[in-house]
């Protein structure tokens, strides 16, 4: 039935127990039924379904319905449902569409308003956006109208209302009241289980899930004094987990693969031992004599005569059901230690710690094997899943890189295939040229990888005309789809390889993961950068800024010289006012506009603007560029808070934001509140965008491109505030006055006027754990959010491992007139 194609391409009934909706639809009795259910799914709503033309008409309502005809309560139109939808209650599994629990709040028969009506003239009202019925339930009795908030035929946004009837209240009347406390929490209990379920897994191999992804080492030209380190060879081979249990095994790549086939002899010898367990290792193809060859290892099993296949394993995630990975890293190899000695699986061995503490011991030992480097470990290291840490460290002896084949040179003289690759990495979600490699191939390699070059060729180039590329007129382009590993001598001036060698193809890697890898150094108190002609000396950089969580300077800084690129759109032409912690959150802060021009070096950019308050000129600083914000960082100023309109245009804003403030309200009510404003945004076609604040609320923007003056913009704000309150009036105010919004979250409009500043998206705060005013997907604001998760440490890997939620923003130009006259 076409109605229900949405409804059916939505779910996954192999999963979900909904009814599918393809069976004979026939009215179970001659009256129209109606049936209202409870759905605990991302947010708490109510769905309000109505039996019309052979299916069931149906809205979400936030709030739930009402008998209060004082209340307007939004109605979000949703697909069609089947009648058998009708009776359904039970538990939606986590991964589908519409995730928690449904009950049935009331349910009964319906009829039309005018009793002259019927299904064709229901319709009809559908349609004009006026929808008039009767219900006959067990909680809900009496007149209701449904009415589309806008004229427009496909707008989804509807109000319900109660007609003051006979079965009409005259107080504030909420449906949650009618709903049992176990009801109630069921659906709590669900989901929360649900959430958790990877955690508390009985059996670990039973998911191939992101939870056990395998812990990433930072490269480095160090370690630190003050800890204790374990040293390891840094093994050439696929990293690999391995999922053991009585009934499977399962060994997975990096990036989620399974290796099972193409490592098949490892994988059957290691179903011999009975435990369920998860191993961390790297299986390499090795000789007699231990040295190893990554190349072997691509095109998996078998492997040429003298060589075999050994995984080495290096750490122990579960045993038998019991999480390790909080477990310090000595504790976790004893365990692994004692298994490896008992379990006696051919080719699976332990990787020996190097019985020294001493790092350059280790890399002295590292030359004399010819290894390609050393891993360091702290050896109270826990483990943290799919995450790069500097708790490990790889030491290399010889640089080497990961590149993004994207051309090739043709072949000269009697070579064989081609000349050299053209290689790239991603940087700013572009291909960054990083120079060719036309050495280290074997005849087989050449002829292998020629033939596969081949087959993706391309005319497109993919960087910009402006980059120069070596020997372009004898380039051929391919798609970027293959990926190389090479060494390399170092880096050359422009950001190109030095002596380049090639070494292998890399399978287990994904193109857009493939950046210039740049080592970890060592904490020095002092660092001078160099942009251009612009110079600048980091000071001070061991001080410890948050003392409770062993945070200093340096990783501030740090944190900032790899978001910057992201930040700096936001902060473009903007005035920014600093808020200065030079000795850390612990003391006390204070803020600062005015800029003396004498103050730092010569190229910071002010403007004179004259203050609000005082009519006196200030000096504010502008921040357009990586070195400046560094500049303001390396002063202390922890948070950056730009001006919403920039010095050009002072009285015509860039953004509009709506501040809610939780001001002690439970923070899941701010999550509904929030969504709500994104509902209401969306029914009027304003493109709405979502950070925390990195304290304690969030923030709602709309990129209004100095089209409107901040009266306009101000007022727009207040009345969306305004039609928020109307859905939360118990937990929401737009009073200013602190004392008359006590524990209620404020509707905070009042950020849109001249030379009010808010943070910046990225952000960190001075708040404990370092947190960042960090851009979120809608999807994302849900009971789970937290603002305590978004931190210098965690945005920087949410930042390499997903999309910017913010990228389109500066596309989506919003229409404020044509919204106002929807509202």
């Given at each position: 039935m076409a109605k229900l194609n949405t409804y059916q391409q939505k779910r996954d009934f192999d999963k979900t127990k909904e009814p599918k909706g393809d069976e004979t639809r026939k009215r179970s009795a001659k009256r129209l039924r109606f049936v209202v259910q409870r759905h605990h799914a991302s947010r708490l709503h109510y769905d309000f379904r109505l039996e019309i033309d052979g299916v069931l008409k149906s809205w979400a309502i936030p709030k739930g319905p009402s008998l209060h005809p004082k209340d307007k309560r939004l109605a979000v139109m949703v697909e069609d449902h089947p009648l058998s939808y009708r009776t359904f209650e039970g538990e939606i599994p986590k991964g589908s569409y519409g995730f928690g629990t449904v009950t049935i709040f009331d349910e009964g028969y319906y009829t039309p308003l005018e009793k002259s009506h019927g299904e064709k003239e229901l319709l009809a009202e559908l349609e004009s956006g006026s929808l008039k019925v009767v219900l006959h339930g067990k909680?809900?009795?009496?007149e209701f109208a449904l009415v589309r908030m806008k004229q427009a035929q496909d707008d989804k946004a509807w109000l319900l209302l109660k007609h003051k009837d006979r079965y009409a209240v005259e107080q504030a009347y909420d449906a949650e009241d009618e709903v049992s406390a176990a009801d109630k929490a069921a659906g709590t209990r669900f989901r929360k289980q649900a959430t958790n379920s990877n955690k508390k897994a009985a059996d670990p191999t039973a998911t191939n899930s992101s939870t056990f992804e395998p812990m990433l080492a930072v490269l480095a030209t160090a370690t630190t004094e003050d800890d204790d380190w374990?040293?390891?060879?840094?093994?050439?081979?696929?990293?690999?987990?391995?999922?053991?249990?009585?009934?499977?095994?399962?060994?997975?790549?990096?990036?989620?693969?399974?290796?099972?086939?193409?490592?098949?002899?490892?994988?059957?010898?290691?179903?011999?031992?009975?435990?369920?367990?998860?191993l961390d290792g790297e299986i390499v193809a090795e000789d007699a004599k231990g040295n190893s060859r990554f190349q072997l290892l691509q095109h998996g099993e078998p492997l040429p005569a003298k060589y075999r296949l050994v995984y080495y394993v290096f750490d122990l995630l579960m045993l038998d059901g019991n999480d390790l990975r909080e477990y310090p890293l000595v504790e976790r190899r004893d365990l692994l230690e004692r298994w490896v000695k008992k379990a006696k699986i051919p080719n699976v061995r332990l990787v020996d710690s190097m019985?020294?503490?001493?790092?350059?011991?280790?890399?002295?030992?590292?030359?004399?094997?010819?290894?390609?480097?050393?891993?360091?470990?702290?050896?109270?290291?826990?483990?943290?899943?799919?995450?790069?840490?500097?708790?490990w460290r790889k030491l290399k002896l010889l640089q080497s890189q990961e590149a993004i084949i994207v051309g090739f040179t043709a072949a000269a003289g009697s070579r064989l295939g081609f000349g050299a690759l053209v290689l790239a990495v991603m940087q700013d979600k572009q291909y960054q040229y990083i120079g060719n490699v036309g050495t280290g191939f074997t005849d087989v390699q050449l002829q292998e990888l020629s033939a596969q070059l081949n087959k993706i060729k391309t005319t497109r180039k993919p960087f910009a005309t402006s980059v120069a590329v070596a020997n372009e007129n004898k380039v051929t382009w391919v798609k970027p789809k293959l990926i190389a590993e090479v060494t390399f001598s170092e880096w050359t001036t422009d950001n190109h390889l030095r002596h380049p060698v090639f070494k292998a193809l890399r399978h287990d890697k994904k193109i857009q993961d493939i950046s210039r890898v740049i080592p970890l150094q060592e904490i020095r108190n002092e660092r001078e950068l160099t942009f251009g002609r612009k110079k600048l000396t980091l000071s001070n950089q061991k001080k410890i800024y948050w003392p409770d969580d062993g945070i200093t300077k340096s990783d501030l800084l740090n944190y900032y010289e790899q978001v910057g690129e992201l930040m700096l759109p936001y902060l473009k032409d903007k005035p920014i006012s600093m808020n200065r912690f030079p000795n850390g959150i612990k003391e006390t802060g204070f803020f600062q506009k005015d800029v003396d021009k004498n103050t730092g070096p010569n190229w910071l950019k002010t403007v004179a603007l004259e203050s609000e308050s005082t009519g006196n000129l200030v000096n504010y600083l502008i921040c357009n560029d990586l070195p400046t914000l560094l500049w303001i960082a390396n002063m202390g100023s922890i948070e950056i808070n730009p001006w919403l309109a920039t010095y050009r245009?002072?009285?015509?804003?860039?953004?509009?934001?709506?501040?809610?403030?939780?001001?002690?309200?439970?923070?899941?009510?701010?999550?509904?509140?929030?969504?709500?404003?994104?509902?209401?945004?969306?029914?009027?076609?304003?493109?709405?965008?979502?950070?925390?604040?990195?304290?304690?609320?969030?923030?709602?923007?709309?990129?209004?491109?100095?089209?409107?003056?901040?009266?306009?913009?101000?007022?727009?704000?207040?009345?969306?505030?305004?039609?928020?309150?109307?859905?939360?009036?118990?937990?929401?105010?737009?009073?200013?006055?602190?004392?008359?919004?006590?524990?209620?979250?404020?509707?905070?409009?009042?950020?849109?006027?001249?030379?009010?500043?808010?943070?910046?998206?990225?952000?960190?705060?001075?708040?404990?754990?370092?947190?960042?005013?960090?851009?979120?997907?809608?999807?994302?604001?849900?009971?789970?959010l937290s603002i305590a998760q978004f931190t210098i440490q965690t945005v920087m890997n949410r930042i390499e491992s997903q999309q910017d939620p913010w990228k389109d923003i500066f596309e989506q130009k919003a229409n404020l007139k044509k919204a106002i006259a929807s509202f």
């Open positions: 909680k809900l009795k009496g374990i040293f390891e060879q840094k093994l050439d081979g696929f990293r690999a987990i391995a999922h053991l249990s009585k009934k499977d095994i399962q060994l997975r790549s990096r990036n989620g693969k399974s290796l099972n086939k193409q490592f098949a002899s490892l994988a059957n010898a290691l179903k011999t031992d009975e435990r369920s367990l998860i019985q020294t503490e001493n790092e350059q011991d280790a890399l002295e030992v590292a030359k004399e094997k010819n290894w390609e480097g050393i891993v360091a470990k702290m050896s109270d290291s826990t483990y943290l899943s799919g995450k790069r840490t500097d708790a245009k002072k009285t015509k804003p860039v953004f509009a934001v709506l501040d809610l403030d939780p001001n002690g309200a439970d923070f899941t009510e701010v999550v509904a509140v929030a969504n709500t404003a994104h509902d209401i945004l969306d029914q009027a076609g304003v493109p709405n965008f979502i950070k925390t604040s990195g304290s304690t609320g969030l923030h709602i923007y709309i990129y209004v491109a100095e089209q409107y003056s901040f009266d306009v913009i101000r007022d727009f704000m207040e009345m969306l505030a305004e039609l928020v309150h109307e859905q939360h009036p118990d937990s929401t105010s737009v009073e200013r006055s602190p004392s008359k919004r006590k524990k209620k979250i404020y509707l905070d409009f009042m950020q849109n006027k001249r030379a009010q500043t808010i943070v910046a998206p990225y952000s960190v705060r001075p708040k404990p754990g370092a947190t960042v005013s960090t851009p979120l997907e809608w999807d994302e604001v849900n009971e789970d």
